[in-house]
């Protein structure tokens, strides 16, 4: 079956917006920023069967920036993981979709993330695993461009380039901005490209992370790279708060910020193009 | 035989009965004993090089994919150097990791402060759930493992590395939550663990022949504690000391006094007195930590006249 990913995307920041909406509050602006690369994966690329959320040898997806939990569920909900409703559940005593990512609360979810770095290396285990199982899968990871400033992203990507896990395929969210300012203002980590190649990475630099053509285009490509002795780093150049004006426009001011329900609707209505 | 010796060969009986049982090492394989694991198991033992934080990270990963993982460091770098991945990627996510600190306390001898934990069981004890095993001798060691490789859950264990006075007997039966009463005794009961069980045996034979009868508990497995032998043992006897190669405060002493909150028994404690560890051999550093034979019997009979 295959799904018009431009609509996809559409729902999915439709259900951003409604949840963190519904809530009040929440890390809008790395959400936004990863809907293309995820409506790619769970609606084109990944081998998943949402009806058999733990199948062997499915492929999987690790949000090593956990703060971006509600696009995940989002995506999950749209692909059939469980019920949208239960999108109206986050963070709200109880639920099954905390803020960031649970392995052990959310049907779908593979990791548990939300402490910067760790993720990845918890990706770069999952993909080993998968190596030493001899399953085929494909284990994909999203980590932020903040996050890159912690040391554990930098061993982990050691690690995978020594152990030739060449069936890891990794996106940096690179939005240019996190909580403090922008991201070249706190600690650079420019030149990436230079940077995971150095680390003996194939690398694939997306000019625009959020045009879902060039993400489909580039996930292809990564998927050729399965036997390279390589694992693959997607820089996804993206915005944050993308589709929403007054969320790009909040800067960095938009990592974890208020959002009404009549500002949740409005949104809803620029992203549908209502407007 | 070394306990690290030991340890190597449990676990590549363990490696050979479940391929899903794997080491991950951080540059330490010669000093815990596993590198020769690689030649045999190489799709079961890996080097993660100086990278503490992305071993136990990784093995939460493998875990998440059926693997049963063992990961190693020295003390300090399996606990505070990596508490928040233990925390959160192992323990938190409910991950079956095993994790061993080696050398713990003044065993660290000549690396010194710097790689001498005195907080290593303080650090692991305050995160949620966790169990903390400390092997006495080579004995338990090996009754352990086996246990410890099918408790699904995060395990902290608190090796020594090198040979250890025999405690137990051959045929010792091992509980993971069962503290091992080693002798009866009516008058004060002595609570250790690790490598400072058979100097409170040794102390306890002094102590009988001055006429005190001692009851001594090895509390192996920290946390949980064996709450009902701890309350029970102490009622008995009606005053308790604790022995322990850690520092007094969040270690043994502290589970000791946890468990026995609302019972009205003194509790005197032998243990690191809120240092850091310094270099220096083994004699040397019991003298200046005041973990001596000696100390024991003065603990011992201090907690008798507090009774």
Redesign the interface.
Known sequence: MSYDLKEVCKDIRCDIMTCIGHLGVGHIGGCLSVVEALAVLYFKEMNIDPKNPKMEGRDRF?CSKGHAGPAVYATLANRGYFDKKELLTLNQGGTNLPSHC???RTVGI???T??L??????????????K??KDGATIYAMIGDGESQE??IW??A??AA??KLDNLIAFTDYNKQQIDGTVAEVNDIAPLAEKWAAFGWNVIDVEDGNDIEQVEKAVEHAKLGRDSGKPTMIILNTLKGCGVKWIEDLGSGNHNCPVSEEQAEAAIREIRGED | MEMRAVYAACLAELMEKDKHV?VLDADLGKASGTLGLRAKFP?QS?D??V?E??M????????????KPWIESFTPFATRRIC??VA??IV???RNVKIVGTDPGIAAELNGGTHMSMEDIGVMRSIPGIVIFEPVDEVQLRAAMPVLNDYDGPVYVRLFRKELPKVFEEGYKFDLFKADTIKEGKDLTIFVSGMLTADVVTAAKQLAEEGVDAEIVNVHTIKPIDRETVVASARKTGTVLTVENHNVIGGLQSAVLEALAEEKIPVVAVGVQDRFGEVGKLPYLREVTGLTVENIIAGAKKALSLK
């Open positions: 690790i649970d392995m052990n593979d990791m548990t939300g402490s770095g760790q993720g990845f290396s918890c990706a770069v285990g999952v993909a080993l695993g998968s030493l199982e040391g554990q061993e982990a050691m690690f020594a152990k | 794997v799709e890996f993660c090089g990278a934080q992305d136990a990270s990784i093995a939460a990963g493998l875990s998440s994919y059926g693997f928040d991945q959160i990627s938190y996510a409910k």
